[in-house]
């Protein structure tokens, strides 16, 4: 699987570019599927959140880049429905955009549903993760993020790959969310980390690491 792991959306040429990179071809010839799951479990997250995300309203640019097709992939329902239905629609598709919300108990789903099985069988396929849609590919998202609780009582994410992510960095609405915040969240996590502000994303293909940004970042290393 090919990753962009971003903390805001494709909020800039940079980023967008990146993402044309890993597809392999126009935006306009991609399918996508969008997954919504997160916001349920943010305190924050809404139905009308949701709906924003899907329908491209949100000032986090993800549905509305002008995909061939954009259909839904509700996570919560997966379980009930038989994956002889769902892998199917998955496994067709060029690229997954993961809506932020909540890392812990977008993890919970993926691990309920069976996708997160399917992840390493998905070799062509593209993750782009938003803010906590980014987060639940790392290792742990630290004590810091923390919301819902998941019945294992642990930040412990997929750990698709071995750094974390500190989202929303220097976020004018978010003042806990300063660079010293984030050196003191990275002192707790024992693998390397990266600080993103929302003009950065992560770029992971083949296990190669790479920083695309017209904004600013820094690595903690371990």
């Not at 919970?108 to 639940?136: I, N």
């Not at 930040?155 to 978010?174: A, Y």
């Amino acid at each position: 699987m090919r990753l962009l792991l971003t903390s805001a959306g494709v909020k800039n040429p940079s980023i967008q570019n990146a993402l044309v990179e890993l597809l392999g071809k126009p935006i306009a010839d991609s399918n996508a599927l969008c997954i919504p799951t997160a916001g349920y479990g943010h305190p924050q997250g809404s139905p009308a959140g949701a709906w924003r995300f899907i329908s491209g309203q949100s000032s986090t640019p993800m549905c509305e880049l002008g995909w061939k097709s954009l259909g839904v992939l509700e996570l919560t329902a997966l379980p009930s429905i038989g994956e002889e239905r769902w892998i199917p629609w998955v496994r067709e598709t060029d690229v997954l955009l993961v809506n932020g919300g909540d890392a812990l108990y977008l993890c919970h789903w993926m691990r309920q549903s069976g996708l997160a099985d399917l992840l390493p069988s998905l070799r062509e396929t593209v993750w782009v993760g938003l803010s906590a849609g980014s987060m639940v590919m790392t290792p742990r998202i630290g004590d810091d993020f923390v919301g819902w609780k998941p019945p294992t009582g642990s930040d412990s994410t997929l750990g698709i790959v071995d750094f974390s992510i500190f989202p929303h960095l220097d976020h004018e609405l978010l003042p806990e969310n300063t660079m010293a915040d984030a050196e003191r969240w990275a002192a707790g996590i024992e693998n390397p980390a990266y600080a993103i502000d929302d003009e950065t994303a992560i770029r992971v293909t083949d296990g190669t690491v790479d920083v695309v940004s017209e904004g600013h970042w820094r690595l903690f290393s371990s």
